[in-house]
Every structure is written in C-alpha cells, then in structure tokens.
C-alpha cells in the first residue's frame, strides 16, 4: 500500500530496528517505546487493521501469534511474561493503519507493571 510507513518498512523502504523477519512477517522496535521491551509485529500483507480480517486471513494471524511466541522466547520474556496487545481504529488509540501487534514487556518486577497492582497478584495478601 502506497505511503503506509509499515509497508515501507516490510519493504526495506524505511529503516527501523529489525529484530525478526521471514516470508510473511517482520518485527521491528517500536520508534517510541512505553515498556523495556517493545517490538512492533506486522504482516507484510497490508491488512489495515483486525477490522479487516477476513476468512483467508485465518491462517495468516495464527501463524502471527507463533512469531511473538517465537520472538517472547528469543528476547528472554517467555518465562517472565508479555503483553500483546492489538489496537483497533481511532477510538482503540490505533495510529497506524497496517495491522500490528504489540509485544511489550521486559518489566524488572511484577509491581512494576503499569497496570497490575500488589493485590492482584496471586499469593499477595
Ligand atoms: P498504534 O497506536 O497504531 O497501535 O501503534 C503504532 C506504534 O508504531 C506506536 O507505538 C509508535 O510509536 C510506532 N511507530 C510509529 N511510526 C513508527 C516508525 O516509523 N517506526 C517505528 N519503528 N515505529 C513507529
Ligand atoms: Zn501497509
């Protein structure tokens, strides 16, 4: 797709931080990072969003769940854990329209998590 960034980058067009890349996926370091670890994963089929999904795409998007667990694994967070996270549309705080979903991770500690208070941990009192 003409002037998306994302295509671009899946192109070799624009440069970013390439951390993974096969025939159908890339995974780059997102720009502006709000975790320790932030990675960015994206077909290279510009699909503009999960609204766009289609049936054919079925395949494609489980196959996207097995790179981020793939890349969990090689960044060293599989075992202390991540968050993906997908944002949909304009309300949904997405600014990019080529279908990408955030790994974020890399907390030092549970409690350091923005969004997990002490008492949601199970075990805490
Ligand atoms: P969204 O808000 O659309 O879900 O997320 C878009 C993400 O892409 C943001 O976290 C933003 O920092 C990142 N981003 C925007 N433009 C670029 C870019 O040109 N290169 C990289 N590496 N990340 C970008
Ligand atoms: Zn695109």
């Known amino acids: 797709m003409k002037n998306c960034i994302f295509c671009k980058i899946a192109k070799g067009e624009t440069s970013a931080e390439v ?3 096969d025939d159908k996926f890339i995974a780059f370091k997102d720009v502006n990072p ?3 670890i932030h990675f960015l994963i994206i077909p290279k089929k510009h ?3 999960v609204n766009h999904l289609k049936t054919r795409d079925k395949k ?3 196959e996207l769940f097995l790179v981020a667990q793939k ?3 090689k960044q060293g967070v599989a075992k202390s854990g991540y968050k993906l996270v997908f944002n949909v549309g304009k309300g949904g705080g997405q600014l990019i329209n080529h279908l990408h979903l955030h790994l974020l991770g890399g907390w030092t500690s549970p409690t350091h998590h ?3 208070k002490e ?3 199970p075990g805490m009192p």
């Open 60 to 62: 494609l998007i489980g």
């Open 19 to 21: 951390i993974y890349k």
């Open 71 to 73: 890349i969990a694994r």
């Open 34 to 36: 709000k975790a320790p």
């Open 119 to 121: 008492r949601d941990i």
């Open 47 to 49: 699909i503009p969003s």
């Open 114 to 116: 923005p969004t997990i």
